[in-house]
């Protein structure tokens, strides 16, 4: 093939390396997708090209033809400014649409059009003021005398000289120019003259967006005798594998354990990964990290913006470790940092879903890159938890991993005391204030006497799950889902929580016209709104997805929840996972069931965990804390083993459950997801490829089924599941896949149905 013309060199030494390189390939085949979507995930969209139409006239252009008005108004335009575009063209002549002239102008040979290539990421630079050169003093006394007649430019120069301390200092103070401009009510103009008799100059700097000032460090904590002994065990498990996980109750000091290990590799320069679930998490950890190591430790996450996060790659990428981070503490997206050697990757609270990427692709799992990750820096990796995932345990059980376990808080604190409110029974009794049971009551008023804060935790946001006719029973639906609109009280809106549609909760029923139309279920916005209800003086926040969009709107929750000027704290999972809290005595789960009741092989698991976690954050410090779980079914085996405190029963039990209905860790599962707008045609298609596709699994393809949620914007889904045993080789498994889908894609009829796969979904 013939190569085409290298433009032009962008970058003075690469911004990947082959250690990225070979990590996408890993991640595209695993994961079955296009490398370009890997790519796309990897890299911060400021590091990628953009074109860009550049429209330039033509010097040599002589009017020969008549130009109408407009044209002759673009080519004025373009004669007085640079890098020009058709928008900026249709904003200077305020036409809505200038292509039509942009043609006739390039006929006629009066401009050029080229497309250009650019770079998206803007450095920000700020502008300084300074002097010329490098005057002595008595130079300077001369060019001051010699200004007496310039009484305003004097003024200018003796001005910037006492903000840069030039008399005092040895080198002179940074002086901006914005800054430097306000201080005397400065006109430009006079300083423009200052700067043409070559006495000060304007310059530009580099900023760096991402806060790199320095902060004081102490030294590391002291291990208590448990937590030596667990740190012990992990280095003697790292001699002869590659994986330890670290199962520790909430507050046994994990977090403690990381920072030792962190400080060993950075004695041996090497790099270390941190890897959190939630940015919420960030916010506490990072405080943490940089009271032992500085600045030293970087931060990346979906919250920074993409000058941000170029800028932090860029850091990562440097060939000076003196100045590029050495720690990372990052979500999910970190592992695609330009890391150059790293020694150690941990992964906290690796039981948690959220690191696993559903849409768009690579739908990959942040844990299980991790360690592949961690194979090709020949590093170690270190799976830190209370409640360990299914397969990661099994995995410690059978030895692939290291296990270190570690039962005892920190100081000895007790792990909380579990009680049980029967909201059954409450209700028949007719107990119930509102939504809180009598028991919660009671503890929530000693709580809130004795000033200690409290956390309530409902998975769902929004006011309440749905709308519904008191006389026929309508809900009102999601024009483009198959889901139930939420309501949400503080814009009085009803929203869809999948595509965003949102419309004005109607006064009448759409099917009968009745006017009584009450809210069903409870979101956090609810409970917020009826603990102010109960406790009018109480100081109540609230962290959801809805109140956390802001950049800071996590920390500062934290903060203030931190520093008691808040009571109380509502919120999803956000507040399960992983917060430390001085003074928090009582958590509140409102309601068990609707986690239990979840249609998916994990929810006896993942309730579990969610419950263990959320118990975790009470009673951390000064005493033993309480935690009330309401629930329909009291007796139920998963509330059992969370009072008990009883991992390892749980453990077993999904552990049979997992053999008995070919599940994992014993199977692997590929999800195989069409999609069109067409239900039949799509119905049709699932058809045909689950049929092609038995002809080689047999047995082992299930479907397809419709999902729970069945239409998202507009498109129908339906599922093919592929389980396969953990010893047969996934590669080939997905290599048929791969033929199948292709051929079914080749078919006329079929051609617009979309079709993704999802390796090990959750
Ligand atoms: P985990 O990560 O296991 O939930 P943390 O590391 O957050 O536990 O520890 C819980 C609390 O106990 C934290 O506030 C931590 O600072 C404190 N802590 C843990 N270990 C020590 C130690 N060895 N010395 C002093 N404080 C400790
Ligand atoms: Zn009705
Ligand atoms: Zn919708």
Redesign the pocket.
């Known amino acids: 093939y013939s190569t085409k013309e290298i433009l032009a060199c962008l970058d003075d030494s690469p911004i990947i390396n082959n250690f990225q390189f070979q990590f996408w390939d890993w991640i595209s085949q695993y994961y079955q997708c296009v490398l370009g979507d890997v790519f796309k995930a990897a890299i911060p969209s400021g590091l990628k090209l953009e074109s860009q139409t550049k429209i330039t006239a033509n010097e040599e252009f002589q009017t020969q033809e008549l130009l109408s008005k407009t044209e002759e108004q673009i080519l004025n335009v373009l004669k007085h400014s640079k890098d020009v575009n058709i928008s900026t063209l249709n904003q200077a002549t305020g036409l809505k649409n200038t292509l039509p002239q942009i043609k006739s102008l390039l006929e006629k040979g009066a401009i050029t059009v080229e497309e250009q290539i650019i770079n998206a990421y803007k450095e920000k630079t700020k502008q300084f003021v300074r002097l010329a050169s490098d005057f002595s003093e008595s130079e300077m006394g001369d060019l001051i005398i010699g200004l007496k007649r310039a009484k305003k430019q004097q003024e200018i120069l003796l001005s910037y000289l006492n903000l840069s301390k030039y008399y005092f200092e040895e080198t002179a103070q940074k002086v901006s120019l914005t800054e430097f401009l306000k201080s005397g009510d400065f006109s430009r103009a006079v300083l423009k003259s200052l700067v043409e008799k070559q006495i000060l100059e304007i310059y530009h700097e580099k900023l760096d967006r991402i806060d790199l000032s320095h902060t004081e460090t102490s030294g590391l ?4 005798e448990y ?1 030596e002994k667990a740190i012990a065990e992990t280095r003697k498990h790292f001699q002869e594998k590659n994986c330890v996980l670290l199962h ?11 920072i030792h290990l962190i400080q060993e590799q950075l004695q041996q320069g090497k790099q270390v990964l941190y890897l959190l679930p939630e940015i919420a998490l960030t916010t506490q950890i990072i405080t ?1 990290l940089r009271t032992v190591f500085g600045n030293k430790v970087g931060i990346y996450h979906s919250k920074f913006n993409d000058a941000e996060r170029v800028e932090i790659y860029n850091n990562v990428n440097q060939n000076d470790p003196e100045n590029a981070y050495q720690v990372i503490l990052g979500v999910r997206s970190s592992v695609f940092l330009p890391f150059k050697n790293l020694g150690l990757i941990i992964v ?1 609270e690796e039981h948690e879903n959220t690191y696993k990427q559903f849409d768009p692709a690579p739908r990959y799992h942040a844990r299980d890159a991790a360690l592949y990750l961690a194979h090709l820096h020949k590093a170690k990796t270190l799976l ?1 938890t ?1 409640t360990p995932a299914i397969e990661t345990y099994y995995n410690a059980k059978t030895g692939k991993y290291g296990l270190v376990e ?1 039962f005892q ?3 000895n604190i007790e792990m909380p005391e579990i009680i049980i409110a029967d909201i059954k029974e409450a209700r028949r009794k007719k107990r119930m204030k509102s939504i809180f049971s009598p028991e919660l009551m009671e503890m929530m008023t000693t709580s809130l006497e004795n000033k200690e804060q409290i956390i309530l935790f409902q998975n769902r946001r929004g006011y309440s799950p749905y709308l519904e006719c008191k006389s026929c029973g309508w809900v009102p639906h999601c024009p483009n889902c198959s889901v139930s609109l939420t309501y949400h009280q503080y814009n009085n809106q009803l929203v869809c929580h999948y595509c965003a549609h949102s419309i004005q909760p109607p006064n009448n029923c759409d099917q009968c016209s009745s006017s009584e139309i009450e809210d069903r279920g409870f979101g956090t916005e609810k409970i917020e709104d009826e603990l102010h209800s109960f406790f009018p003086e109480a100081r109540i926040g609230r962290m959801d997805l809805d109140t956390t969009r802001k950049k800071m709107a996590y920390e500062n929750l934290i903060y203030k929840f931190e520093n008691h000027e808040l009571d109380i704290l509502v919120g999803t999972q956000m507040v399960s996972k ?1 917060l ?1 809290f ?1 003074n928090v005595s009582l958590v509140g789960v409102l309601n068990a069931d609707s986690m239990l009741n979840y249609p998916d092989y994990r929810a006896y698991e993942r309730s579990y965990q969610m419950m263990a976690q959320v118990s ?1 954050r009470a009673g ?2 000064k005493k033993r804390g309480k935690v009330l779980i309401q629930t329909f079914t009291p007796e139920h085996p998963i509330i059992k083993n969370v009072i008990e405190n009883d991992y390892v029963s749980m453990y077993s039990s999904q552990l049979s459950e997992r053999q008995e209905f070919i599940y994992p860790p014993y199977y692997r599962l590929i999800n195989i997801c069409l999609k069109d707008k067409n239900q039949t045609k799509l119905d049709q298609a699932a058809n045909v490829l689950a049929k092609s596709l038995r002809k080689v699994f047999g047995a082992r393809i299930f479907g397809p089924q419709s999902p729970v949620i069945n239409r998202i914007q507009n498109y129908y889904i339906i599922n093919i599941l592929l389980k396969i045993e953990k010893k047969s080789s996934p590669a080939k498994a997905k290599w048929i896949l791969n033929q199948h889908a292709n051929h079914l894609k080749n078919m006329e009829q079929f051609k617009s149905i979309q079709i993704n796969f999802d390796v090990d979904p959750m």
């Open positions: 904590k002291t291990l208590n937590q520790g109750v909430t507050s046994s000091g994990k977090t403690e354990i990381y943490r906290d830190g209370a570690l808080r920190h100081q992983g430390d001085d975790g951390r410090k």
